[in-house]
């Protein structure tokens, strides 16, 4: 019998499968499609999420991150990191990494969907295979999550993401986030000639109709458009818990925020090493208060910009309050780093 199947392959699914092979667990993943998978992503890592791709033996080339950067029409504050950077990499170079990474250790990865779970005792089965544990990796809008009634009401504005490649050479070594009215938009460095750009909103329209709130942005860009636009949403995901039996929910199926503070495939990397050592210990009801502690700093900041920019009255002093506060602003930064 399996230790731990994993439903999904992508970085979160394949980051547990790598902790779980590290750990000497027999661990197979479902995937029923072929990577790398592309999905729209802000593809930047704070450094705490690149030193535990580095840690898991994950080797990918990308551009290294020195810190973080907020503008509006007239202002702007930056934030450096006081240790090792960051890192700027393609969600299909990381993805095809980690695929890399695993196939080194051994971990299966079958062509599977995992539309059914049944527990039974000691044993999950799922996609004609029996484990003592499955770990859900299935994405923002978990399957799994949903079909064992785990999903939570959300309320309030739903975000969603778009995102888009620009074929010029990187400005910054910083990931900007410039602020609208209604929206931000990420500019992630990610190869010499190449950036990412993802644009954060609730409000309705096309990639094109958002970027041009941000003029400077937008004609630094223009002509440059190299790929299309992939979408996301709603961001905001609320699970009951991480836990149900046998089943733990990792990566963006455990429950998400918003993609405001960028934590998105550093947060997957933490919550799947708090998994695998919660099913290698033998105990998956201590997976519910480590996924809390790992994601606590995250979610408290997260949940507070995220307050402030719904609110017509506060948004607008986001950048200035950052730009007249640096140590505080720097603070914050590293302490999501």
């Known amino acids: 019998m399996i230790d731990l199947l994993v439903a999904g392959g992508g970085p979160a699914g394949l980051a547990t499968a790598i902790h779980a092979a590290l750990s000497g667990l027999d661990v197979v993943v479902a995937e029923p499609r072929p990577g790398p998978i592309d999905k729209a992503c802000g593809e930047g890592l704070m450094p705490g999420g690149a030193a535990a791709l580095s840690a898991l033996g994950v080797q990918v080339d990308g551009r290294p991150l020195r810190g973080i950067r907020y503008l509006d029409e007239v202002r702007r504050a930056e934030a450096r990191f006081h240790g090792a950077p960051g890192l700027g990499v393609r969600r299909t170079d990381l993805h095809a990494a980690l695929a890399r990474r695993a196939g080194q ?32 990796a299935d994405g923002l809008h978990s399957p799994t999550r949903r079909a064992l009634g785990l999903d939570r009401p959300v309320l309030g ?8 490649h620009f074929a010029v050479a990187p400005w910054s070594d ?23 750009v993802a644009v954060l909103t609730a409000g309705r329209g096309s990639f094109e109709e958002h970027l041009a709130s941000f003029p ?19 961001m905001r995901q609320r699970a009951r818990t991480r836990v149900a039996g046998r089943v733990l929910l990792v990566g963006d199926a455990a429950g998400y925020v918003d ?38 700093r995250h979610r408290a900041l997260t949940q507070a910009l995220l307050w402030t920019r719904q609110r017509s009255a506060l948004a607008p002093f ?4 950052a730009a007249r506060l640096p140590f505080v602003f720097t603070g914050l930064v590293n302490g999501l780093a």
């Open 105 to 136: 250790l051994g971990v299966r990865v079958l062509p599977l969907r995992v539309d059914g779970v049944r527990q039974e005792g000691d044993r999950v089965r799922a996609a004609g295979l029996e484990a003592r544990y499955l770990a859900a």
């Open 157 to 164: 504005p739903r975000r969603h993401g778009l995102r888009r």
């Open 174 to 196: 910083c990931v900007e986030v410039h602020w609208s009215e209604h929206a931000e938009a990420y500019v992630t460095p990610l190869a010499p000639a190449l950036v990412g």
């Open 216 to 234: 400077a942005l937008d004609e630094r860009l223009r002509g440059a458009a190299a790929g299309p636009v992939r979408g996301a949403g709603p």
């Open 259 to 296: 993609a405001l503070t960028g934590e998105g495939l550093s947060l997957a990397l933490s919550g799947a090493a708090a998994l695998v050592a919660c099913v290698h210990a033998g105990r998956p009801d201590a997976y519910e208060r480590a996924w809390r502690r790992v994601t606590r």
């Open 318 to 321: 986001v950048v200035p309050a």
